[in-house]
Each structure stands twice: as structure tokens, then as C-alpha cells.
């Protein structure tokens, strides 16, 4: 059955961005740092329409995460945070469901059509599910998203990217969770020398 | 020259103790959960005088961290929780430096003598060095102590023990850090297939 995934790279103490996060920052102060380690693999500058770049097992890891997936959930704040420096080919080529308070109608740019969705998280992973067929769902951004995923169980995967850094401020991962003890279970870990990737596999 | 080091468990969510950590509730609710993969650990039970216990790396790893350490540094949270539950032999068996605002004579219990120290976190680390001679000093605890030794460039080490679940809520790991970036890097990354434990150097 499709799964519902989650990737997601962290500071040391635990934030998804830098502080001050905006349309006008992006990922806020610094918060760019986290997503260094992606900038030069192969399969990320082939999403991003580029040539070249690394190949290994960090760019296979990246190109696995994304060549399951056929639909995105998304919050308005990476929406709203990341609109404009995805210009007019944004890197999904899938469709995309942000999770919004703001009735919109569907934005198509390039191969990337936006569906927002006003009825919350669960009924965006719900259309972003019957949108991918058998291909998984992939939850994208800040942690807000995944984490109500997780706390509802709905989220089945998920994968850190653990950056070696502290930031000092930023969006939190996995904010405001219940209090009782969630169990994951490790499914791989990846040491880089930089990056350490771990996936875990939620415990039903 | 002897080390400063400082090794944790931490959660997937950030916390290094459950919610509502206190003398009545040790590490707070569920908070135990982060130092299970220690209890049937062989060099875990001879710290604590007793027999048996798993060795491997697991067992080893956390031999290393104290076999070359020779005082170490804590808050007033971590000796005011734990007190009671270390008993009259707690496990150090070296001299103790307790950051607190109350000034208090040394405490000897069994091997372990507790110096209070009202004068902040530097001059317990100057104390604990002093005390450890050539050996290494180990921070201990929740992470305040620990925090303000990273932001003032005290800390020369560190090692996450990551265990596989959410907590929702407890004592942050590197809270209130400042807002720039401190860059580390990873020495060494052991996968058990549970708990992930990442040991990192701070870049200097």
C-alpha cells in the first residue's frame, strides 16, 4: 500500500529553519545551512532542471524519497516562504496540496499544480492519496504538517537529515506533539561524515 | 590536553527528559524511556556495583565515555531529581561539580564527593578540570549546563544517544543557545538498529 512519508533536515537543536523564517528570508537566518548537503548532489540538480552534480549514496537517497511519490503535502508557510524562489517551474512536477486557512483555486505553474485545501491536514493527505494512486505521499516543509501527520497516525515514515549545526532559533520539528510516547523504529541510518541520515518507520 | 565532553539521550522531538521532570518524578513521564538501552548494558551495571549485562558496542561506548573521565559538571535539576535515586553510592566515584545559586559545604556519598559551586558554569568547569587532572571533564544532566558550555566555547565534544520516539514535551536539548551558527562534526556514528548514537567534535 502507498505510504505516507516525511523528509526533513535538522539542526543539532532541533529546528527546520534558522530563526526569522519569511517570504522575504525563505528559510530564515542561516536556515539555508540545512540544506546545504542537497545542493550539489546529482539528483537534486536533476529535479531542479540542472546537469551534473555528485552522484552516491546521498544523492540515490534523495532520488529514492522522490521517485516513489506521486502527490505533496505542504503548510501555507513553506507555500507562502518558498513561492517565489521556486519561480515558474516549481521542482514538484506532481501535484501539491497546501494545507490553508485561505480558499484558493488550483495554481498550475509548469508541471506543478497547487490544490488548497481548507479542511485540514487529514483531508489534504486524503486527496494527496488519491491523487498519487499507488505511489507514495510525501509531506514537505517545516514540521507543522508532519507533525499533526504523525500525532493522528497518518504519517507512516520518516526521514531526518541530521545537520551538524545548531542555529539557535527556527521552526521546531515535531512542536507540539501529544505527551505519550510515540515509538519509531529505525530502518537505516546513513553516516556521510556530514550528514547523518536516519529513517524511521512509525510503530502501529 | 583533557577534554570537556557532555553525552545525552535525546528524543526524536528534542527532550532529554518526559514532562514534568522533578525529585518526585525523575526524569518526568516516560522519560525513563530515553535510558533503557543503558539498563542491561554490562558496563552500566558494574558502574552501578552490579553483575552481568551485555557487552558489545553499546557496552563499550559508554565505558569510553567514563573510563577517561576524572570529575564531572552538573545543574542543580539534574542533583535535586536524581539524589534520592542514587542512594548512598551514586555511580560517579570522582568529585562532582554542581552549578547552583545556593551555597552548600561538599556532600561525600560512598566515593563521590559533590562540591557546590555558586560562582557559574566556567568556574565549575575551571574547578572539575582542576580536579580531573590529565583526565577528561564529563558534563552531566539535562542540557543547561551543557548549553552554556557550548555557547561559551567550553565544550570540546559530544555524543547523542538518539532514541527512536517522541515525548511531547519535557527539558529541550540546547535550549536557548544563541542565534548563530556553531558548527560541529561528526567523529563517529554507531547504528545499533535502536538507539543512534552520533558523537561529534566542535569546530574551533
Request: glycine share 14%; net charge negative; hydrophobic share 35%.
Amino acid at each position: 500500500m502507498a505510504k505516507v512519508t516525511y523528509d526533513v533536515s535538522v539542526s543539532l537543536d532541533g529546528f527546520t529553519t534558522g530563526p526569522n523564517d519569511s517570504p522575504e528570508l525563505g528559510l530564515g537566518e542561516g536556515g539555508e545551512r540545512l540544506h546545504e548537503w542537497l545542493f550539489d548532489l546529482a539528483s537534486w540538480r536533476e529535479m531542479h532542471g540542472r546537469e551534473g552534480g555528485e552522484r552516491g549514496p546521498e544523492s540515490d537517497l534523495l532520488e529514492e524519497s522522490f521517485s516513489g511519490t506521486g502527490a505533496v503535502v505542504i503548510g501555507k508557510r513553506m507555500f507562502a516562504n518558498a513561492e517565489r524562489p521556486w519561480g515558474e517551474e516549481p521542482p514538484f512536477h506532481m501535484p501539491v496540496f497546501v494545507v490553508t486557512h485561505e480558499e484558493r483555486r488550483p495554481l498550475e505553474k509548469g508541471e506543478t499544480t497547487f490544490h488548497f485545501v481548507t479542511e485540514g491536514v487529514e483531508r489534504a493527505i486524503a486527496l494527496a492519496r488519491d491523487a498519487a494512486g499507488e505511489d507514495d505521499v510525501a509531506i514537505g516543509g517545516g514540521s507543522s504538517v508532519a507533525t499533526q501527520a504523525l500525532a493522528a497516525g497518518l504519517l507512516d515514515e520518516f526521514q531526518l537529515h541530521i545537520v551538524p549545526v545548531t542555529l539557535g532559533g527556527g521552526v521546531r520539528l515535531f512542536e507540539g506533539l501529544p505527551e505519550r510516547q510515540i515509538e519509531l523504529e529505525p530502518t537505516r541510518v546513513l553516516d556521510t561524515g556530514g550528514v547523518t541520515h536516519i529513517r524511521y518507520r512509525v510503530a502501529k
